[in-house]
């Protein structure tokens, strides 16, 4: 660490401060993350990490450690890309999804080289930072203890007319641009002291990129309308005189929320640092007893019951909580997300979609315009014929989403064709495939490095494009494939896509990914398993547990499971009430939460090791390695 770097941190501590460490971690792209440790004293597996706002940085939160006092944790706070002393244009990341990521590979990191289990994890984040941790927990859905988001940024004030629609205008016109914030210190909070140090401190940067402002309002859009996928237990604080963000879309999202415990707390006459304000002492009591009370025992306890029980319950928002009242204290268990089919917000979503819409809804006559709409386009479209003819979910229909390739009828029906393939599910389609391919690669390098041949199975290929791509990248190794699908015209098109590739080492075979039997019966046994794009098309988790099963037998101990994932969806309600799937019906998706997803797929023996996500949040990838059972 260099002297300049100690210097900058040495002017956010005081003699009597709790003393931390300054360290750097190589994110996946090389970029070198600087963050701060403060060690708990003596031995421990508990831990917290700190998220800071917009425009701040690590250092910010040292006097947060000092006055919340968790001296038998260890608390981590890190520098976000284009943040304090984190490489990068102030203000700027590639994404916001990119920030995401770099939280959770961040968060992974620090707890692995400490032994630190997620499950005693607890998050505190306020505003920019509260967003991200949400979508972090949301997306990627680490089985943390307990979060807490202070002013979350859902939706800043911009206060100038239309400048969401300015700053995608200014966009398009320049890629990689600028703006900086009209929030001054005395706008953030009461302590003249903390808006002193706020102005004079160089690390603190008002720029910020338009696209990560952009992304922004997308992902609180979508966290939002989403909450209910999240059910870690939350604690909120809102500002009551909030010069920065707006309080309406914190208290919805509060709201929705499926967390068995969460709680709200409101300070009237708080600016928008709710932990740098004057009375900062109660919010910061306020975190630590929460974040205790979900380590306790009791807590411990309740997780035991609710187990047991198979029962979630939800503590009421602004009320005093009695710390004898287990009841408060009831977790997310297992059993939750295993039967999320049957009762839930995910399920709510898809009653509510297989309903026809009121005749005086004006939605229903709005989705009723899209099918004339989409007929004419199948007149011309070849992907949009092809949808109306397989099912918009079939093989053959995402075969030609993955080619990418605009096809049609004359130079009209091309530029249809290629308005429906630049439609967000397309494109969260072909970066699933994208991931899908990555994932693979490590799964088949981890093989081939234990000098092992390698067999691939797909229980649901359909023409399996990314696995023939697969098979022509790795010809070097002993590698072959046996993809299986119940659709014979899959099967038949991917055997002519193989003779068009000049794939010999592939194999065809009609099989029912959801027959233990089958996929247990399949020669050779797999060291590899794919099933990609099949699980999202069913809302049903039992079809789904009895597919795992069988994986689970039929995958090598030690062997890998590439699995995908859609936990939202933009268009969820349009493709029900006006696509057809494969068998003629209505395409009405379940999105089950990542949680939900990850749960079915630890039960039946495999511990996830790696995911990836699209920047729209739609689509997942997950790695899992198959546990060896004593």
Same mark, same amino acid.
């Given at each position: 660490?260099?002297?300049?770097?100690?210097?900058?941190?040495?002017?956010?501590?005081?003699?009597?401060?709790?003393?931390?460490?300054?360290?750097?971690?190589?994110?996946?792209?090389?970029?070198?993350?600087?963050?701060?440790?403060?060690?708990?004293?003596?031995?421990?597996?508990?831990?917290?990490?700190?998220?800071?706002?917009?425009?701040?940085?690590?250092?910010?939160?040292?006097?947060?450690?000092?006055?919340?006092?968790?001296?038998?944790?260890?608390?981590?706070?890190?520098?976000?890309?284009?943040?304090?002393?984190?490489?990068?244009?102030?203000?700027?990341?590639?994404?916001?999804?990119?920030?995401?990521?770099?939280?959770?590979?961040?968060?992974?990191?620090?707890?692995?080289?400490?032994?630190?289990?997620?499950?005693?994890?607890?998050?505190?984040?306020?505003?920019?930072?509260?967003?991200?941790?949400?979508?972090?927990?949301?997306?990627?859905?680490?089985? *943390?203890?307990?979060?807490?988001?202070? !002013?979350? #940024?859902?939706? /800043?004030?911009?206060?100038?007319?239309? =400048?969401? &629609?300015? +700053?995608?205008?200014?966009?398009?016109?320049?890629?990689?641009?600028?703006?900086?914030?009209?929030?001054?210190?005395?706008?953030?909070?009461?302590?003249?002291?903390?808006?002193?140090?706020?102005?004079?401190?160089?690390?603190?940067?008002?720029?910020?990129?338009?696209? *990560?402002?952009?992304?922004?309002?997308? !992902?609180? #859009?979508?966290? /939002?309308?989403?909450?209910?996928?999240? =059910?870690? &237990?939350? +604690?909120?604080?809102?500002?009551?005189?909030?010069?920065?963000?707006?309080?309406?879309?914190?208290?919805?999202?509060?709201?929705?929320?499926?967390?068995?415990?969460?709680?709200?707390?409101?300070?009237?006459?708080?600016?928008?640092?709710?932990?740098?304000?004057?009375?900062?002492?109660?919010?910061?009591?306020?975190?630590?007893?929460?974040?205790?009370?979900?380590?306790?025992?009791?807590?411990?306890?309740?997780?035991?019951?609710?187990?047991?029980?198979?029962?979630?319950?939800?503590?009421?928002?602004?009320?005093?909580?009695?710390?004898?009242?287990?009841?408060?204290?009831?977790?997310?268990?297992?059993?939750?997300?295993?039967?999320?089919?049957?009762?839930?917000?995910?399920?709510?979503?898809?009653?509510?979609?297989?309903?026809?819409?009121?005749?005086?809804?004006?939605?229903?006559?709005?989705?009723?315009?899209?099918?004339?709409?989409?007929?004419?386009?199948?007149?011309?479209?070849?992907?949009?014929?092809?949808?109306?003819?397989?099912?918009?979910?079939?093989?053959?229909?995402?075969?030609?989403?993955?080619?990418?390739?605009?096809?049609?009828?004359?130079?009209?029906?091309?530029?249809?064709?290629?308005?429906?393939?630049?439609?967000?599910?397309?494109?969260?389609?072909?970066?699933?495939?994208?991931?899908?391919?990555?994932?693979?690669?490590?799964?088949?390098?981890?093989?081939?490095?234990?000098?092992?041949?390698?067999?691939?199975?797909?229980?649901?290929?359909?023409?399996?494009?990314?696995?023939?791509?697969?098979?022509?990248?790795?010809?070097?190794?002993?590698?072959?494939?046996?993809?299986?699908?119940?659709?014979?015209?899959?099967?038949?098109?991917?055997?002519?896509?193989?003779?068009?590739?000049?794939?010999?080492?592939?194999?065809?075979?009609?099989?029912?990914?959801?027959?233990?039997?089958?996929?247990?019966?399949?020669?050779?046994?797999?060291?590899?398993?794919?099933?990609?794009?099949?699980?999202?098309?069913?809302?049903?988790?039992?079809?789904?547990?009895?597919?795992?099963?069988?994986?689970?037998?039929?995958?090598?101990?030690?062997?890998?499971?590439?699995?995908?994932?859609?936990?939202?969806?933009?268009?969820?309600?349009?493709?029900?009430?006006?696509?057809?799937?494969?068998?003629?019906?209505?395409?009405?998706?379940?999105?089950?939460?990542?949680?939900?997803?990850?749960?079915?797929?630890?039960?039946?023996?495999?511990?996830?090791?790696?995911?990836?996500?699209?920047?729209?949040?739609?689509?997942?990838?997950?790695?899992?390695?198959?546990?060896?059972?004593?």
């Amino acid at each position: 660490m260099t002297t300049a770097v100690a210097r900058a941190a040495d002017r956010n501590t005081t003699a009597a401060s709790r003393p931390c460490e300054l360290r750097t971690l190589a994110l996946s792209d090389g970029t070198e993350l600087f963050y701060r440790v403060w060690p708990p004293r003596g031995e421990s597996d508990r831990a917290l990490v700190l998220f800071h706002r917009g425009h701040e940085h690590s250092g910010r939160w040292q006097d947060f450690v000092d006055r919340v006092d968790l001296a038998d944790h260890w608390i981590f706070a890190w520098d976000a890309r284009g943040h304090g002393h984190t490489p990068g244009e102030r203000g700027y990341a590639p994404s916001l999804a990119r920030m995401i990521k770099d939280a959770d590979e961040f968060v992974r990191a620090v707890c692995d080289e400490r032994g630190i289990p997620l499950a005693n994890l607890s998050v505190v984040a306020q505003s920019v930072g509260a967003v991200l941790a949400a979508a972090w927990v949301h997306d990627y859905a680490p089985p *943390i203890r307990s979060l807490v988001l202070a !002013t979350p #940024a859902f939706r /800043v004030k911009l206060y100038v007319p239309l =400048a969401i &629609p300015g +700053l995608r205008i200014l966009r398009k016109l320049k890629e990689k641009s600028f703006i900086k914030s009209y929030v001054k210190p005395r706008m953030l909070t009461h302590d003249a002291e903390q808006a002193r140090q706020y102005a004079a401190d160089p690390l603190i940067s008002p720029q910020i990129s338009v696209n *990560i402002l952009l992304d922004l309002f997308g !992902t609180s #859009a979508r966290l /939002v309308e989403d909450a209910g996928a999240i =059910a870690v &237990p939350t +604690l909120m604080l809102v500002s009551g005189t909030d010069f920065v963000v707006r309080k309406g879309p914190q208290l919805r999202f509060f709201e929705r929320l499926s967390s068995p415990v969460k709680e709200c707390e409101v300070y009237p006459g708080f600016f928008h640092s709710t932990f740098f304000e004057k009375d900062r002492d109660q919010p910061i009591a306020r975190a630590r007893e929460f974040i205790l009370r979900m380590e306790s025992d009791g807590g411990a306890n309740a997780v035991a019951k609710g187990r047991e029980t198979g029962e979630c319950r939800e503590a009421a928002a602004n009320r005093e909580v009695d710390p004898s009242d287990e009841s408060s204290r009831v977790l997310p268990t297992a059993d939750c997300r295993l039967h999320a089919d049957r009762h839930g917000h995910s399920k709510d979503v898809f009653d509510r979609l297989r309903k026809p819409l009121p005749i005086t809804s004006p939605r229903r006559w709005w989705f009723a315009l899209h099918k004339p709409a989409l007929k004419f386009g199948g007149l011309l479209s070849e992907g949009i014929r092809t949808g109306w003819r397989t099912g918009f979910d079939s093989g053959e229909s995402l075969d030609h989403v993955y080619r990418d390739t605009a096809q049609g009828r004359t130079p009209l029906g091309r530029l249809i064709d290629r308005i429906y393939l630049d439609a967000p599910g397309w494109r969260g389609i072909r970066q699933r495939k994208v991931h899908v391919q990555a994932l693979l690669d490590r799964a088949i390098a981890e093989v081939a490095a234990a000098r092992r041949p390698v067999h691939l199975l797909d229980i649901a290929a359909g023409p399996g494009r990314y696995v023939l791509d697969t098979l022509r990248r790795h010809a070097g190794l002993d590698i072959a494939a046996v993809c299986c699908d119940r659709d014979e015209g899959g099967l038949a098109a991917g055997r002519r896509l193989a003779e068009e590739m000049q794939v010999t080492n592939v194999e065809y075979r009609p099989s029912d990914a959801f027959d233990p039997r089958a996929i247990t019966a399949i020669t050779p046994r797999p060291n590899i398993a794919i099933v990609s794009g099949l699980y999202e098309l069913f809302p049903e988790n039992d079809p789904i547990r009895a597919s795992l099963g069988g994986l689970s037998a039929a995958v090598e101990p030690g062997g890998w499971l590439v699995y995908t994932n859609q936990p939202w969806h933009p268009q969820q309600e349009m493709i029900a009430r006006v696509l057809p799937n494969r068998d003629g019906e209505p395409w009405v998706m379940r999105c089950r939460s990542q949680a939900e997803m990850d749960a079915l797929i630890a039960e039946a023996g495999f511990e996830k090791v790696e995911m990836l996500i699209d920047e729209a949040g739609i689509f997942t990838a997950s790695l899992a390695r198959r546990v060896e059972r004593s």
